[in-house]
């Protein structure tokens, strides 16, 4: 023993204890349980769970929590038991408590030493905001505040001003929607500020109130600055639809075409009723006899008689068939009504007088807010509003006064302007059926003279005779020619490659054609109808497919040898799909080949002869 504690120094004599070394008998301080001589510890205590017994822990101060995560001790027992911790033993560990405590408790609060010469400062008590509206309300107008996204004082200062630019239309009719109620919430508001309360406790929405709760009839003028802000577009919506509805009695008033049509009905119903004391030699029809002409059939029934009118115009009075085209504006007002533009022009006027009342209320109140611009604000659009609004109401009352009399002078009584307006409506229906019917008809009727002639042309040239195009140099009989336009060239080379052969005057003469399109579309008209007429053999002044087969050879449009390729060319140019193509879609044609660069080289030349042939 002595060697294994003393390294196997000097032994001592038996019966003297050495410090800090157990002798038999003598147990140590702080080894409890020791056995004398040396003998083996006893078991430590363990609980009914099989594991050691806690050291028992009694701090002398309160200890702050620690929150942490554990595990039952029961775990160890089941499947798969956290083990690991069967060899942790806390009770090897003795933490010095003087040192560890007070580290570690909940520290006392410090007393706050009095000020010298100071009172006592008082602790705040937190206070509830006072809530005055209505707690649904009092949400809405929160998340709606929010929207805004200003300070209460500026909207109060914006309102004042009736600044547009901080305020538009949309978000003054949030304000007004926020704004406290007459008769439920203004009196709560001013209850509060009057009882001498302090406004900054309010809660928020009525916070805001507070802070518009004082300006004069707030509804009233938020409402007419809403108003004021709309009122130009609302102005000019009512002013377009009395503008339509003026262009329309214009296009009846003004109207030559009308009159020349007029003229030919009138002798027409008076051939008719010649030798017809009561009926013939007449002056004036009325109205309604406009549309009784299409009801007298010819014999056979092929035409009627105002058909047979419109066919006279044709040949002798072109301009009358754009009558209708002429009387577009009365389509155009076909949705304006009478009732709903009354109503509109006279709420308008409502809306202005109660600007006015409120202008006059405002300037003899005896309350005033500093910075109010109310009053200069809505004078200054009151008197320019008026303005216009009496300019738009008395062109609508003189139109009124302008319909009756043009209703007289044509021999019917007085009439409103939507009446009148309806009765053109149906003369230019029954204008355009008769016009469509006649114009298909004489479609037919050519056609069927061609059949009967046994054909347009007569036999079919020989497909030798009928080109002249000389074959590419150097090529053998059988052998296909390439197509041409294949190279590619810049525009001016591929004119010139195609304009071989051709002489200076065929090129001045395009050359003219070009100009005349661009600067004098008059002449162009001119000589092109001679080329129409050329081609027009039957005199029908349309073209059918084989008239245009002609015209599609001689100009270059389309492949003459594709009889696909042509139909094309004629289908892109016959916009109203009747099978024959009237002079306007011929000219269009042709126009189009002119404009088209890489097509000059085939209308030159042929070009400058055909106009040579027909003079």
């Given at each position: 023993?002595q060697?294994r504690?003393h ?8 019966g ?16 409890p ?8 510890k ?15 822990i ?30 942790v ?7 010095d ?13 410090k007393?706050?030493?009095?000020k ?8 705040k008590k ?7 509206i209505?707690?649904?309300?009092s ?9 805004l ?6 909207i ?7 600044d547009?630019?901080?305020?538009d ?20 508001i001013k ?26 009839e ?14 130009g ?14 262009n329309?009695y214009?296009s009846?008033?003004d109207?030559?075409?009308l009159?020349?049509l ?7 119903g ?7 004391k ?33 066919k006279?115009?044709?040949e002798?009075?072109p301009?009358?068939?754009?009558i ?8 155009k007002?076909?949705k ?25 209320l405002?300037?003899?109140s005896?309350s ?13 659009f ?10 738009m ?25 939507e ?30 003279k ?23 140099a ?7 020619p390439k ?21 200076s ?15 004098d579309?008059?002449v ?25 087969k002609?015209?599609?050879?001689k ?49 030159r ?11």
């Amino acid at each position: 023993y002595q060697r294994r504690v003393h390294g196997g120094g000097i032994p001592m004599p038996g019966g003297i204890p050495m410090p800090g070394v157990p002798m038999p008998g003598v147990p140590m301080p702080g080894m409890p349980g020791m056995a004398v001589g040396g003998a083996a510890k006893p078991k430590k205590a363990v609980n009914k769970d099989g594991l050691y017994v806690h050291k028992k822990i009694k701090p002398k101060k309160k200890m702050k929590a620690f929150h942490w995560k554990t595990i039952k001790a029961n775990k160890l027992k089941k499947k798969d038991p956290p083990d690991w911790w069967l060899k942790v033993d806390d009770t090897t560990v003795d933490f010095d408590a003087d040192e560890f405590e007070p580290l570690f408790c909940v520290p006392q609060k410090k007393k706050k030493k009095k000020k010298k010469g100071g009172a006592k400062k008082k602790k705040k008590k937190k206070v509830a905001l006072v809530s005055l509206i209505e707690g649904k309300r009092s949400y809405n107008i929160d998340i709606g505040l929010k929207t805004l996204k200003m300070k209460y004082p500026d909207i109060r200062r914006a309102v004042l001003k009736m600044d547009e630019e901080i305020l538009d239309a949309d978000k003054v009719t949030k304000v007004l929607g926020f704004a406290p109620d007459p008769e439920t919430e203004l009196p709560k508001i001013k209850e509060y500020v009057d009882s001498g309360k302090d406004p900054t406790l309010l809660a928020n929405s009525e916070s805001f109130m507070y802070q518009i709760y004082d300006i004069p009839e707030l509804k009233d003028r938020l409402m007419l600055w809403i108003f004021k802000q709309g009122f130009g577009e609302t102005l000019e919506d009512e002013e377009k639809r009395v503008g339509l509805l003026m262009n329309a009695y214009n296009s009846i008033s003004d109207n030559d075409e009308l009159r020349q049509l007029a003229e030919v009905l009138l002798y027409a119903g008076n051939y008719l009723n010649a030798g017809n004391k009561k009926k013939g030699g007449q002056y004036i029809f009325k109205l309604e006899s406009f549309l009784q002409f299409s009801g007298t059939k010819s014999n056979p029934k092929t035409y009627n008689l105002f058909q047979y009118c419109l066919k006279y115009c044709q040949e002798n009075r072109p301009d009358v068939l754009k009558i209708t085209k002429k009387m577009e504006p009365l389509l155009k007002c076909i949705k304006v009504e009478k009732e709903a533009l009354e109503d509109a022009i006279a709420g308008i006027k409502e809306s202005l007088d109660n600007v006015k009342g409120k202008l006059e209320l405002f300037s003899n109140s005896d309350s005033s807010i500093d910075g109010d611009e109310f009053v200069p604000v809505m004078q200054k659009f009151y008197d320019e509003s008026i303005k216009k609004w009496n300019k738009m109401n008395g062109d609508y009352d003189s139109l009124g006064g302008k319909i009756n009399k043009l209703a007289i002078s044509l021999g019917e009584k007085k009439t409103t302007w939507e009446e009148f307006y309806s009765f053109w409506r149906e003369f230019i229906e029954e204008f355009d059926k008769n016009l469509e019917n006649l114009v298909k008809m004489q479609k037919e009727e050519a056609k069927a003279k061609r059949k009967a002639a046994g054909g347009k042309k007569g036999k079919k040239p020989d497909k030798k005779a009928k080109s002249s195009r000389k074959k590419p140099a150097g090529k053998d009989k059988g052998e296909k020619p390439k197509k041409a336009g294949k190279k590619k060239l810049g525009k001016a080379k591929a004119v010139d490659a195609m304009d071989e052969g051709v002489d200076s005057d065929e090129d001045k003469e395009l050359q003219e054609l070009k100009r005349l399109q661009a600067e004098d579309p008059s002449v162009l008209d001119a000589k092109l109808q001679k080329v129409f007429k050329g081609i027009d053999k039957d005199g029908s002044g349309l073209l059918d497919f084989d008239e245009f087969k002609v015209a599609a050879k001689k100009f270059d449009m389309g492949n003459p040898e594709d009889a696909e390729d042509v139909k094309a060319a004629f289908d892109s140019v016959d916009v109203d799909g009747s099978g024959t193509l009237d002079f306007e879609e011929f000219k269009a044609a042709i126009v189009t080949a002119l404009s088209d660069q890489h097509k000059i080289a085939g209308v030159r030349g042929k070009m400058n002869k055909m106009f040579k042939s027909w003079n």
